[in-house]
């Protein structure tokens, strides 16, 4: 029952677009680190990334089957599964 009771607060906070860790690029490297950058978090339909963070600097097609697209903006990209985030990667210097 406990287990439960803490499962709630932690979706609300993931799809509220707040993180604990990031996936970054530094010098070709991928990096996990801390971090509470706000960006868009797993599951977030297409339309809601838009009203939140506003629109991509560019949006790059899909491929693939099922379909994963990319958006970039300033910092970050967010790929999406059809219409849901998937993953966010941010680009560390």
């Known amino acids: 029952m406990k287990s439960q ?5 932690l979706a609300l906070g993931l799809m509220a677009g ?13 990096v996990v680190r801390a971090s509470d950058i706000a960006r868009p978090a ?3 339909k297409m339309d809601v990334v838009t009203k939140r963070f506003g629109e991509p600097q560019e949006r790059h097609a899909a491929v693939g ?3 994963i697209s990319r958006w970039d903006y300033a910092g970050y990209s967010v790929f999406f599964e059809k219409d849901r985030v998937i993953h966010t990667v941010v680009i560390g210097s």
Not at 5 to 9: E, H, S
Not at 24 to 30: E, F, H, L, R, S
């Open 65 to 67: 089957a099922p379909p």
């Open 42 to 44: 797993p599951g977030m």
């Open 18 to 30: 707040s993180a604990l860790a990031e996936t970054i690029v530094v010098d070709d490297q991928v």
């Open 5 to 9: 009771a803490l499962l709630l607060p």
